[in-house]
Structure formats: C-alpha cells, structure tokens
C-alpha cells in the first residue's frame, strides 16, 4: 500500500480516536454494571491481490453483562479491486485502484429492552474522494423516547451542516436498512450517507467535519439509552423476541450488506467482517 497523504492520514487518526472514546465509554458502562470486561483487540494485516502490503485493521470485541457481544473495527487498507467489482465502486471502473479508511461497529445487547445498534464512518479514494457512514437503532423492544432521543441527536449534527442533510440522510437510512424479503426495516432507521464527494480541499474539511460530528453523535446518544434501560426487567417472552430479531438482522447482513461484501471482495479479517454477526438467534 501506497503511503498515505494528509486526508489519508487525518481520517485514519480520526477513526482510530473515535474507536478509542467509544470502547472507553462502553466499558464504563460495563464497570457501572459490575462487571471487569474489556475489549479484545487483534491486529490483522492484509495482502493485496497484486502480492504487495494492502494494509490492515484492528478488530476489538467485547463480551460483558449489558454488551453480550460488541465489535468495534478501524482498518485502512489500499491496493487494486479485483475484476468485475471495480465497476461497483464509484470511481473504480477505468481505475481499478483504491484506499479505505473507517470504522465500523455493531453492539448486540443481553437486555432485550436495550437496542442494538450500528454505526460506520469511512473515507474511500479512487479515482474520486469521498465519505459515507452514518447509525442505526435497532431495537427487539422499540420506545419512541428512544427512538424519537436517537433522531434527534443525529438531527442536531446534520443540521450543523446543511438542514438538508437530515432528511435526505434519514430517507435513505429508511431505503438501504429494508429486508425485502421480510417486508420489514432492520430497526428505527437512522441516517445513511454514501459518495460525500470530496475532490477540492475545502469540501474534504467540510465533510470531513460532518463525518467526525456523526461519530460524536453517537458517541452521545447511544450510552445514554443504553444506560436508560440496561437495568429494565426482561421475561422469557422477551428474550425470545430478541433472539427472532436477531434472525433478521444476520440475514439482513449477509444477504444485502454492501460493507459485509466490500470486505469480503478486498481480502478483509473474516472475523472482523462477519463480527457483525450476533452471538446467538432464532428461526422459528
């Protein structure tokens, strides 16, 4: 891989900060909780198909008493698309080369009354630059406090930005988190961002702010719900809806994830890939 040039590097720097304030409020949460887990972190390197270094990640898992299993990724790596799957990355399709940058994370709770939720923000250069991510709640048991405290947080960044952002970033939230063959949303939706054209430098800094406010957001609002119902009773009934969501939110990931098949067609960690996965579920 290529050395990185300045954005490479100042989007690199900015995931890996957020993944380390976001794993450190997660693991308060579970000392609140009483319990000592911590993050697992293993590092990965990656080879490019051409044979060269493609780069790498870290994957950090963690399995607790209110996190029953969350992961939260940084990779950056860079290299040559292989084949037809050039021509389904914007800007690949006379280039076939590329550098990514992000982190990803998905958090699968032990209370069924406490949301799942993910959250992405990654930098992508081809031939073109530019940002895309956003976060969704995914919720067995939705509250409309919660649901309605998630939005408006995300709101609130976008609205920083351009007032604009929000609900054409919520609409398409609402689009891409859809199992067709359920005929159902993943969850509550939202915001979902992709192709945040970067080419000049005061765009980059431009979305480059409005991608690390996205973080910030989430690392707002989501501890806040988590610790708003982590201590609710739950009953058997309960955990059996969890379990049949979960269903659909694994089949959801591996059938129409764009990110579970970016990795897997660039060579990622397996493991980090499919950590999106929950730990355990139902079919009925």
Known sequence: MNALDPQQQRARAWFEDLRDSICAEFEAIEREAGSDAAFDYIAWDRTDPSGEPGGGGVRGVMKGKVFEKVGVNVSTVGGTF????AKSIHGAG??????ATGISLVAHMANPHVPAVHMNTRFLVTTKRWFGGGADLNPPIPY??????FHARLQAACDVH??????RFKAWADDYFYIPH???HRGVGGIFYDHLESGDNSTWEANFAFTQDVGRAFLDIFPTIVRRRMATPFTDADKARQLEWRG??????LVYDRGTLFGLKTGGNIDAILMSLPPLATWS
């Open 162 to 167: 351009d007032p604009a952002h929000y609900p």
């Open 248 to 253: 659909r939110y694994a089949e959801f990931n």
């Open 82 to 85: 292989e084949g037809d799957f």
């Open 94 to 99: 006379d280039d076939p080369r590329f550098f």
């Open 182 to 184: 359920r005929n159902v």
């Open 144 to 149: 409309d406090e919660d649901t309605a405290d």
